[in-house]
Each structure stands twice: as structure tokens, then as C-alpha cells.
């Protein structure tokens, strides 16, 4: 049971343009969730994260948006550049638990 | 702070061989963490510790896998014996405080088992 999911692999967008990159969730326990992007031979590394408590968070050309009842949230990158071509992982925690389950993944690509 | 430290960076071995993965985590986090990325899984935990104790092991995928944690700066995590099908990319992370908090991640150790 896969309770962090990015269905979509892969989005290409063009240079300039808004990427919006998609994560739903199963479990109503989580209460904290973070973006990390990852390029190639190197670990993941944080980008933005929003609490259940908030419906948004932004920093810089980045925001994240919550939809609580619907479980899912989103990244919004805004303008799109090149260096944003990476891998974007969404991940959701619960107090409880304390440990942070990963999605699968989704590849940026940004394109001049 | 130099990061988490994951060594080796690549190891091939063989099938049935023994394979010792390394983390030097973040001076002062509390929290570490080993996870497995594989095109198949995505990015999965393994297993992760609080103050060098093992706090929830339920992501190992079987006996063959071992993680210890002896002290504060340095965990291994163990393959014996390894299989093909343990090949994939391994990454240690660590955090302070609170296991949900942001995690720091090495750079992943790429095993590949012939």
C-alpha cells in the first residue's frame, strides 16, 4: 500500500513557464510534508515543506499548496529555469510515526 | 560541516558476496536514516535510528539485510549474502530532534551485485 504517490513520472516544461508537480496521499495522520529534489549522483536534497495547519507555503519561486480534504498538495515553480531539471520527491510524515514516507519520484525536465 | 558521508560510492561485487555499506551522519543529529531507491520502489526506508538505537526496522527486506548504529557518527548497513536483486542505490540521511524533521542526505553509495 503505497501511501505517498506522484503519478506522474515525468513533466517537461519550457524555460519561463510555471512546472507544477503533483503528490496525493493516503494516510489523514500526516501533518508535515516536504519537497526534496535530486539531480544525478547525489542525494536529495530539501526544497520547501508546509505543515497540515497551513493551506500554503512559498519561498522565492517555489510554493506549495495543501488541499487537506481532497489528501493532496502540489509544488508550483515559477519560473521555470533549466538548473530546476531534477528529480522532485514529495514526502509526508505523522508525529506519531515520526519517519517520513517518500513518493516515487517525478523528473523535471526545463527546457531553454 | 562536511554533510553525511557515504562511502564507498560504488561497490560491484558478486552474487553471494558480502557487502558492508558506511554513513558518517551530520555531527549532533540524533536521527539516521538508510534508504534503498530502485527504479521498481522508488525511494523506500530501511530502517532508522534514534540516538543510536534502532527505532523501527519494518522496511528491511528480509534476514539478509542488517543496519547497526555503534556510536553517534557511524552506522553500516550489511548485505549477506548479497543477490541481483539488491542492486540499487543506497542513501544515509540524518536529522535532529524529530524524525519527521528535514532530512540531509549523502550522496548514496551505487551497489551493484554481479
Known amino acids: 500500500d503505497q501511501q505517498v504517490k506522484q503519478n506522474s513520472p515525468s513533466l517537461s516544461v519550457q524555460e519561463g513557464r510555471i512546472s507544477i508537480l503533483n503528490c496525493d496521499y493516503t494516510?489523514?495522520?500526516?501533518?508535515?510534508f516536504l519537497w526534496y529534489k535530486k539531480y544525478p549522483a547525489e542525494g536529495p536534497t530539501f526544497l520547501i515543506s508546509?505543515?497540515?495547519?497551513?493551506d500554503k507555503n512559498e519561498d522565492g519561486r517555489f510554493t506549495v499548496f495543501l488541499n487537506k480534504s481532497a489528501k493532496h498538495l502540489s509544488l508550483h515553480i515559477v519560473p521555470s529555469q533549466p538548473g530546476d531539471s531534477a528529480v522532485y520527491f514529495c514526502?509526508?510524515?505523522?508525529?506519531?510515526?515520526?519517519?517520513?514516507?517518500f513518493g516515487d519520484g517525478t523528473t523535471l525536465t526545463v527546457k531553454p | 560541516d562536511a554533510g553525511v558521508i557515504q562511502s564507498p560510492r560504488h561497490e560491484v561485487t558478486e552474487m553471494g558476496q558480502e557487502v558492508t555499506l558506511r554513513c558518517k551522519p551530520i555531527?549532533?543529529?540524533?536521527?539516521l536514516f538508510w534508504y534503498r531507491q530502485t527504479m521498481m520502489r522508488g525511494l523506500e526506508l530501511l530502517i532508522y535510528?534514534?540516538?543510536?538505537?534502532?527505532?523501527?526496522d519494518s522496511g528491511m527486506p528480509e534476514d539478509r539485510f542488517s543496519a547497526k548504529m555503534p556510536n553517534a557518527s557511524f552506522s553500516t548497513l550489511k548485505i549477506q549474502p548479497s543477490e541481483p536483486r539488491d542492486s540499487a542505490v543506497y542513501f544515509c540521511?540524518?536529522?535532529?530532534?524529530?524524525?519527521?524533521?528535514?532530512?540531509?542526505f549523502g550522496a548514496g553509495t551505487r551497489l551493484s551485485v554481479l
Open positions: 540521511a540524518s536529522t535532529q530532534g524529530n524524525a519527521k524533521n528535514i532530512q540531509y
Open positions: 494516510n489523514s495522520m500526516f501533518d508535515y
Open positions: 508546509i505543515s497540515s495547519i497551513k
Open positions: 514526502a509526508a510524515s505523522d508525529t506519531n510515526a515520526g519517519k517520513s514516507t
Open positions: 555531527s549532533g543529529h540524533d536521527y
Open positions: 535510528f534514534n540516538n543510536n538505537v534502532p527505532i523501527d
